[in-house]
């Protein structure tokens, strides 16, 4: 038989169930641990925060309570964070002239045109992977022109279904720059100024390249992509103060119903109630258009 814990986390039961964290001050990322004999939390400072990389915290009960469960003054260290990856400019620059050699650029410029397709490419900064022939870097660049991410992806020209195959690489992984923490971004926040009152935010990074270009002469609209369903809200913040629509991904439920801010200007659209069936296996928005 395994061994049996006196104290475990939290079990997850809502947003209730995560807390302040006491490093970070974060809300809703730090889960406290339980004593499973009286099924009651323990002492506030043991627990572990979600933002692994960009806080770290992480108290075990034996950190701060005695057998007689008593709390000691224990000292609580931590090791400190890592830095936060920040990329060279350059290296955008110069992947950004080969765009037209990538899978993707093909896609786009054969069912929208090539000048839409570049001007798209210049306005999202899109690159080409030097390592991964073929295949589109979408940087992730924030509001402050800081290069936080590099994310490789390989298209079918035809169809522009990624390849599930290749997957995802990251740009810092094939360079061998590993000791640095990952805090991405939206992908397209940095082309946000104070003009800006109205952003809509999708999932996927090709989807937000089609409905930019779909909306290019819409003035004051700018789309963004998560880049997936599993991210942290923090990401959000650079749009608190803005009117800000999301359309996940047809299969997401109710899994951005989390973002709802009584606080913001955020809208959370779920567009595949509109729909009996989705043509041609449609996955999002951009696949409709």
């Not at 690159?127 to 800081?146: E, L, N, T, Y």
């Amino acid at each position: 038989m395994g061994k049996s814990f006196r104290y475990t986390f939290e079990p997850y039961l809502g947003p209730k169930s995560k807390h302040q964290c006491p490093s970070c001050n974060k809300r809703g990322v730090f889960v406290r641990y339980m004593d499973q004999e009286t099924g009651e939390l323990i002492d506030s400072r043991a627990g572990r925060c979600d933002r692994e990389f960009s806080c770290g915290y992480w108290v075990r009960p034996s950190e701060v309570i005695t057998e007689n469960y008593r709390s000691t003054s224990t000292i609580v260290t931590k090791l400190p964070p890592k830095p936060v990856l920040i990329h060279p400019m350059e290296w955008v620059t110069t992947s950004m002239p080969h765009i037209e050699q990538t899978e993707l650029f093909v896609y786009l410029a054969n069912r929208l045109g090539v000048e839409n397709a570049r001007w798209a490419a210049k306005e999202f900064r899109l690159g080409a992977s030097g390592k991964h022939p073929g295949a589109v870097v979408f940087w992730q660049i924030d509001q402050f022109q800081r290069v936080k991410a590099g994310k490789i992806f390989h298209y079918d020209p035809e169809t522009g279904r990624r390849d599930r195959e290749f997957g995802v690489k990251w740009v810092h992984s094939t360079v061998g720059v590993n000791e640095h923490s990952l805090e991405q971004c939206l992908f397209g926040l940095h082309r946000l100024d104070d003009s800006i009152k109205r952003v809509a935010v999708v999932e996927s990074e090709k989807t937000a390249l089609i409905m930019q270009i779909k909306s290019r002469s819409e003035v004051g609209c700018l789309w963004m992509a998560t880049g997936g369903k599993s991210f942290q809200i923090e990401r959000l913040e650079p749009l608190r103060g803005r009117k800000v629509i999301f359309y996940p991904d047809f299969d997401a439920g109710d899994a951005w119903d989390k973002f709802q801010d009584p606080s913001s200007n955020w809208v959370v659209t779920q567009l595949a109630n509109d729909f009996v069936e989705l043509p041609n296996g449609a996955t999002d928005l951009g696949d409709l258009m």
